[in-house]
């Protein structure tokens, strides 16, 4: 089980999401691991080893920097989700805390299948995400910013919300079976530094722009991030399954 302060820092909707799946004793695969709240939240509930993978070079030295030193429990991996060196039927846990919001949907397919195939037979897997927001969001103003910069300089966008239901289908097209969806914020508390974060973004995909386009996006990113300051809306849910014995892809 955990040892010394490892749950330190773990959010709480980490926590709530994990509380009821089997995590000590597995080996777990964290995918998209970000600034690793949720490789701190498996180590803390005594998983027997984690694989924490991401693109990013800076989140990979980050979570080393968090958890390794704490953990011989846990394997940083730099790679794409799409296609990782891990060994099929390799792991018994997976999570994606915060993940498919940032897959535009060429990717989240891919990124499901690639998973499913490390997933081993009796595999857990744990969707954490965030709902589209409603329409009269005033967040969703300054995603649309950050998304219209992204598509004009990379062709996709930086943001999609999935409904809980589309990510359920999604996996179980690829073999695993429903147990369980819960919630775990509503509303989302979006703070002043979530949207300077995004703003920040916005203006770093639009700096890739012509001028003539990229200097109005950024205006109406600060407009935005002024004006909105912090807001409550939306909901983040917890989707569970299980990857049944002999489960082949629908
Ligand atoms: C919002 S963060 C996830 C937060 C994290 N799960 C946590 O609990 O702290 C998204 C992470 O997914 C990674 N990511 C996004 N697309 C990816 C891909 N195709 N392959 C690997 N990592 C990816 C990002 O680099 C980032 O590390």
Excluded: Q
């Excluded at 709480?12 to 994990?18: I, N, W």
């Excluded at 499913?116 to 009796?122: G, M, W």
């Excluded at 954490?128 to 998304?147: H, I, K, Q, S």
Aim: one cysteine or more; proline letters at 7%; aromatic letters at 4%.
């Amino acid at each position: 089980m955990a040892s010394g302060n490892e749950g330190a820092g773990v959010p709480r909707t980490v926590k709530a999401a994990l509380a009821d799946r089997p995590v000590a004793g597995r080996v777990c695969l964290e995918a998209g691991a970000g600034v690793g709240n949720t490789t701190a939240g498996l180590l803390a509930a005594g998983a027997k080893r984690v694989y924490a993978v991401t693109d990013d070079p800076e989140h990979a030295a980050l979570v080393r920097e968090r958890c390794g030193g704490k953990s011989n429990r846990l394997v940083v991996i730099e790679a794409d989700l799409r296609e990782t060196p891990l060994r099929t039927d390799s792991v018994d846990f997976v999570t994606a805390h915060g993940l498919c919001n940032v897959l535009a949907p060429a990717a989240l397919d891919s990124v499901a299948a690639e998973l499913t195939r490390i997933a081993s037979p009796r595999a857990h897997l744990v969707l954490d995400d965030y709902a589209p927001l409603p329409d009269d969001a005033a967040v969703g103003d300054l995603f649309a910013v950050e998304n219209a910069a992204s598509e004009l300089a990379d062709g996709r966008p930086a943001l999609s919300f999935y409904p809980a239901r589309l990510l359920r289908r999604l996996f179980v097209g690829h073999g695993w079976a429903f147990d369980r969806e819960k919630t775990l914020l509503d509303p989302v508390p979006w703070t002043a530094n979530h949207l300077s974060a995004h703003a920040a973004a916005a203006r770093h995909a639009a700096a890739r722009l012509p001028p003539g386009l990229g200097d109005p996006l950024v205006k109406r990113a600060d407009e935005l991030e002024a004006t909105i300051g912090s807001e409550s809306v939306g909901r983040m849910y917890s989707v569970a399954l299980t990857l049944p014995e002999g489960s082949e892809p629908a």
